[in-house]
């Protein structure tokens, strides 16, 4: 198992501290794991690890760290639509997936102190798992930031730095850190470990309903979320677990766009756009980092691109809670995605939308 770089094509160990190549291409993560088999599933396991047979994994360290991540629940909401509970962890955010796996990679190599930049979410993930390894860790936010989620983060005894302006510039500062001190980025868009985390959200889907339901609604900022579920299929496919690609709904907020431009436009890499604050402040990234890879895959499986309108979310996490599903704002944007969606091109029969971060979060 090795790093590959997504430009170039170099490899590089995995041990390495390096961010990504010297050329400036990201790792991808040279790794091929078995054919998935039920049978083969740790179900003395309560936690994503149960998964490990398939997962890119260096040694036992995810042992002492591991907080019962993931096996969370799928509810029905109607007769057509089911929820993922993925916020039903640790940390109150589906970004633990990624979390537990990077951090106990950062343990296996010996990393000492992390430096992460986070809409909040991740931050508070990686924060929360550093703590559980012994590692020291700052998190970079931009202003605007819930106030809840950085209390979350500085609990946990990180450095919490919240930079002025947009999410963006907040990911320039924290690389510069990065570059100029040599802090190791434990990045969930930079570090391929986080998605072999993200990637057991359809693991999890498929051994609970022993199916992947036909239509996958999946928000997409810088893609965590995303990337793991088509690594994930991809495998399911190849091991001949099913037969063909879902159909995936993948959401992006009006107010900022850059995928959803340019799958419309033909474009191979995200279009400049202009970020309006959204209440999804979860996928309100202009310049996705691996954007060129999400549209490769856009490409492949047909996979469409929906708006978040930015009207509709409040009274989307308004309706959800009114049958019980207290989430926070980004959240909310996906089922106000799906509304969008149904309006457009009628109500999929079978749909799986993902409940990524709970309310007490984002009430700000």
């Given at each position: 198992?090795?790093?590959?770089?997504?430009?170039?094509?170099?490899?590089?160990?995995?041990?390495?501290?390096?961010?990504?190549?010297?050329?400036?291409?990201?790792?991808?993560?040279?790794?091929?794991?078995?054919?998935?088999?039920?049978?083969?599933?740790?179900?003395?396991?309560?936690?994503?690890?149960?998964?490990?047979?398939?997962?890119?994994?260096?040694?036992?360290s995810?042992?002492?760290?591991?907080?019962?991540?993931?096996?969370?629940?799928?509810?029905?909401?109607?007769d057509?639509?089911?929820?993922?509970?993925?916020?039903?962890?640790?940390?109150?955010?589906?970004?633990?997936?990624?979390?537990?796996?990077?951090?106990?990679?950062?343990?296996?190599?010996?990393?000492?102190?992390?430096?992460?930049?986070?809409?909040?979410?991740?931050?508070?993930?990686?924060?929360?798992?550093?703590?559980?390894?012994?590692?020291?860790?700052?998190?970079?936010?931009?202003?605007?930031?819930?106030?809840?989620?950085?209390d979350?983060?500085?609990?946990?005894?990180?450095?919490?730095t919240?930079?002025?302006?947009?999410?963006?510039?907040?990911?320039?500062?924290?690389?510069?850190?990065?570059?100029?001190?040599?802090?190791?980025?434990?990045?969930?868009?930079?570090?391929?470990?986080?998605?072999?985390?993200?990637?057991?959200?359809?693991?999890?889907?498929?051994?609970?309903l022993?199916?992947?339901?036909?239509?996958?609604?999946?928000?997409?900022?810088?893609?965590?979320?995303?990337l793991?579920t088509?690594?994930?299929?991809?495998?399911?496919?190849?091991?001949?677990?099913?037969?063909?690609?879902?159909?995936?709904?993948?959401?992006?907020?009006?107010?900022?766009?850059?995928?959803?431009?340019?799958?419309?436009?033909?474009?191979?890499?995200?279009?400049?756009?202009?970020?309006?604050?959204?209440?999804?402040?979860?996928?309100?990234?202009?310049k996705?980092?691996?954007?060129?890879?999400?549209l490769?895959?856009?490409?492949?499986?047909?996979?469409?691109?929906?708006?978040?309108p930015?009207?509709?979310?409040?009274?989307?996490?308004?309706?959800?809670?009114?049958?019980?599903?207290?989430?926070?704002?980004?959240?909310?944007?996906?089922?106000?995605?799906y509304?969008?969606?149904?309006?457009?091109?009628?109500?999929?029969?079978?749909?799986?939308?993902?409940?990524?971060?709970?309310?007490?979060?984002?009430?700000?």
């Amino acid at each position: 198992m090795e790093y590959i770089c997504s430009k170039c094509g170099k490899k590089e160990s995995v041990f390495t501290h390096k961010p990504c190549c010297d050329c400036g291409g990201l790792w991808n993560l040279d790794f091929r794991p078995p054919k998935f088999r039920l049978e083969e599933i740790d179900r003395n396991q309560w936690s994503l690890f149960r998964y490990r047979s398939y997962m890119g994994l260096t040694d036992d360290s995810w042992k002492g760290i591991s907080m019962g991540e993931g096996v969370t629940p799928i509810i029905s909401l109607d007769d057509k639509v089911m929820l993922k509970m993925d916020y039903f962890m640790p940390t109150l955010s589906y970004k633990d997936r990624g979390a537990a796996v990077l951090i106990s990679h950062c343990r296996a190599i010996g990393v000492k102190n992390v430096v992460q930049d986070s809409s909040g979410n991740a931050g508070n993930s990686v924060a929360a798992y550093a703590a559980r390894a012994g590692i020291k860790c700052e998190i970079f936010v931009p202003e605007g930031t819930s106030p809840k989620k950085i209390d979350m983060i500085r609990a946990h005894g990180a450095v919490c730095t919240v930079v002025p302006g947009n999410r963006d510039h907040c990911a320039d500062v924290c690389r510069d850190r990065v570059f100029s001190e040599g802090a190791y980025y434990a990045n969930h868009v930079y570090n391929p470990f986080f998605y072999e985390g993200t990637k057991t959200y359809i693991y999890e889907v498929y051994e609970q309903l022993h199916r992947i339901p036909s239509h996958l609604v999946i928000p997409v900022g810088n893609g965590t979320l995303f990337l793991g579920t088509v690594l994930a299929l991809e495998h399911l496919l190849d091991s001949g677990i099913i037969s063909r690609m879902p159909v995936i709904l993948a959401v992006q907020s009006e107010y900022c766009d850059p995928l959803f431009q340019a799958a419309e436009s033909g474009a191979r890499s995200p279009v400049p756009v202009t970020c309006k604050p959204t209440l999804a402040e979860g996928i309100a990234i202009g310049k996705p980092m691996r954007g060129t890879q999400i549209l490769e895959y856009v490409r492949k499986y047909d996979i469409r691109f929906i708006h978040a309108p930015e009207n509709e979310i409040l009274n989307a996490r308004i309706q959800l809670a009114k049958k019980g599903i207290y989430c926070e704002h980004t959240t909310a944007a996906n089922y106000a995605a799906y509304e969008n969606y149904c309006r457009q091109n009628g109500v999929p029969e079978d749909c799986l939308i993902t409940m990524c971060g709970a309310g007490l979060k984002s009430d700000h």
